[in-house]
């Protein structure tokens, strides 16, 4: 396994040379650092893996211009020849957040917060999933600032307000033009609950799976929008604002009104714990954005155990059973970021740049791609072979360089002296007389 490593980390070696110096190395001691890091930030990098340097990867990190862009798009392509190209193979849509700085919905915690957003793109097909796009989600507070977009380096062609369905249209179109191919697109209810972002994946040609919000309305029946015609005797201009003829009602209302009857069990995999099955109700309704000249007619599908309300335009043929399998899909996006979080320190970097930022969040992609690999390649012998698994196999594998005594205490000595420096130039500056242990590591000196 520690060979493939190698072999994996040289395939991209091309993107880490710059005109005057390579940051390959460095970017292989990162990739390591995340699989053998106790804490993923630098110092606990340099401490776990042979012969990396904090300085090398801090510079690697945030001052060297390697093309993120291009890595993310090689791995996105690789991720393809794995994933793409089947009937179950999908693009997932969804947003994780980081607690940085500035105060916006965090799903993580499950309130407003001072975070980081990004929106990602993940390639899906049966139960796994890798991330093969991203986009970091810029506040109005931050657009509308440029001197903090030029403090974090944020590259002048992108302080631009742009909502999080508009860069996840960015990613489906960039996905595309990579080759990537996928059978649908997946997104939860933070962007199926825009009726823009729907017909606009719909006027690219994309068949869509999108969970909405309980409040989301639909009609039983076609709207048939038009404009009422006036009387005969009315004044002034035409009417011209068109009108349903039939009334609108809230999914979740509706689905109380569903006979027992109408409801079916659905098996959706096979796992370890059983066959997962679900009860579901499928219907078609009709959507209305109260501007377009005719209503949508697209599939609703109802999962009352999680509380899930799904639209899609799949062609109208289209079993239950099937929508139930592509609704569910969403999940492994989730358990993607949950290992990305857990394994790979997606949450644990230390990036005040966009550079930086972009930087590690392309790394994690790369350890998640690796650890995809590991799981097919090893599939027939270790058929339940983990991410976790793989961590730790990389781990005790790949040589360490905190295995020695003497090795141990001399960090330990390191730490120390890094967290006196930091205290006696706090209380100097505070104009305070220096703690005891400050004062007693000074005297035997």
């Known amino acids: 396994m520690a060979e493939r490593f190698v072999r994996f980390h040289r395939r991209?070696?091309?993107?880490?040379?710059?005109?005057?110096?390579?940051?390959?190395?460095?970017?292989?001691?990162y990739l390591k650092g995340l699989m053998q890091a106790r804490r993923k930030n630098m110092e606990r990098m340099e401490e776990a893996v042979a012969e990396a340097d904090e300085q090398r990867l801090?510079?690697?990190?945030?001052?060297?211009?390697?093309?993120?862009?291009?890595?993310?798009?090689?791995?996105?392509?690789?991720?393809?020849?794995?994933?793409?190209?089947?009937?179950?193979?999908?693009?997932?849509?969804?947003?994780?957040?980081?607690?940085?700085?500035?105060?916006?919905?965090?799903?993580?915690?499950?309130?407003?917060?001072?975070?980081?957003?990004?929106?990602?793109?993940?390639?899906?097909?049966?139960?796994?999933?890798?991330?093969?796009?991203l986009r970091l989600y810029l506040p109005k507070a931050w657009v509308d600032n440029p001197e903090r977009c030029r403090k974090a380096g944020v590259p002048q062609?992108?302080?631009?307000?742009?909502?999080?369905?508009?860069?996840?249209?960015?990613?489906?179109?960039?996905?595309?033009?990579?080759?990537?191919?996928?059978?649908?697109?997946?997104?939860?209810g933070g962007y199926g609950k825009e009726?823009?972002?729907?017909?606009?994946?719909?006027?690219?040609?994309?068949?869509?799976?999108?969970?909405?919000h309980k409040d989301q309305r639909i009609y039983l029946g076609d709207p048939r929008p038009q404009v009422p015609a006036g009387a005969a005797h009315q004044r002034g201009r035409p009417r011209s604002r068109l009108q349903a003829q039939t009334r609108p009602q809230r999914v979740d209302e509706w689905v109380v009104t569903v006979a027992p009857s109408q409801?079916?069990?659905?098996?959706?995999?096979?796992?370890?714990?059983?066959?997962?099955?679900?009860?579901?109700?499928?219907?078609?309704?009709?959507?209305?954005?109260?501007?377009?000249?005719?209503?949508?007619?697209?599939?609703?599908?109802?999962?009352?155990?999680?509380?899930?309300?799904?639209?899609s335009n799949a062609d109208a043929e289209l079993p239950t059973h099937r929508l139930a399998q592509m609704q569910a899909q969403r999940f492994w996006v989730e358990r993607a970021f949950q290992e990305a979080k857990s394994h790979c320190g997606m949450a644990d970097?230390?990036?005040?740049?966009?550079?930086?930022?972009?930087?590690?969040?392309?790394?994690?992609?790369?350890?998640?791609?690796?650890?995809?690999?590991?799981r097919i390649a090893q599939k027939d012998s270790?058929?339940?072979?983990?991410?976790?698994?793989?961590?730790?196999?990389?781990?005790?594998?790949?040589?360490?360089?905190?295995?020695?005594?003497e090795e141990v205490i001399r960090q330990m000595e390191k730490r120390h002296r890094k967290c006196l420096a930091a205290t006696e130039a706090t209380y100097r500056k505070q104009g305070l007389p220096l703690p005891d242990v400050v004062v007693a590591v000074n005297l035997t000196k």
């Not at 970097?349 to 590991?374: F, G, I, K, N």
């Open 195 to 212: 009726p823009a972002f729907l017909r606009g994946l719909e006027s690219m040609g994309e068949l869509f799976v999108a969970d909405v």
């Open 58 to 133: 801090q510079h690697m990190l945030t001052d060297s211009d390697w093309d993120h862009r291009a890595e993310f798009d090689q791995a996105a392509q690789e991720a393809n020849g794995w994933l793409g190209g089947t009937a179950d193979s999908c693009v997932l849509v969804d947003e994780s957040g980081f607690a940085r700085v500035g105060r916006q919905w965090n799903g993580r915690q499950g309130k407003v917060d001072n975070c980081q957003v990004g929106v990602f793109g993940a390639l899906g097909r049966g139960h796994v999933a890798t991330l093969t796009d």
């Open 157 to 188: 062609s992108e302080r631009c307000r742009r909502t999080k369905t508009q860069l996840a249209l960015e990613m489906v179109r960039h996905q595309r033009a990579l080759g990537v191919a996928v059978a649908w697109v997946g997104v939860d």
């Open 12 to 29: 991209y070696r091309d993107h880490f040379q710059r005109k005057t110096r390579s940051v390959f190395q460095a970017a292989g001691d």
């Open 263 to 311: 409801w079916k069990r659905v098996a959706l995999r096979d796992s370890t714990e059983g066959r997962v099955e679900v009860e579901v109700v499928h219907r078609r309704v009709w959507l209305w954005d109260g501007m377009e000249k005719q209503a949508r007619h697209w599939h609703l599908i109802v999962s009352p155990q999680t509380l899930k309300y799904t639209l």
């Open 349 to 374: 970097y230390q990036a005040r740049q966009w550079r930086a930022w972009h930087h590690h969040m392309t790394l994690v992609a790369m350890s998640l791609l690796l650890m995809l690999e590991e």
């Open 382 to 405: 270790y058929p339940l072979l983990s991410c976790s698994d793989i961590a730790t196999l990389l781990k005790a594998l790949l040589p360490r360089r905190d295995l020695e005594r």
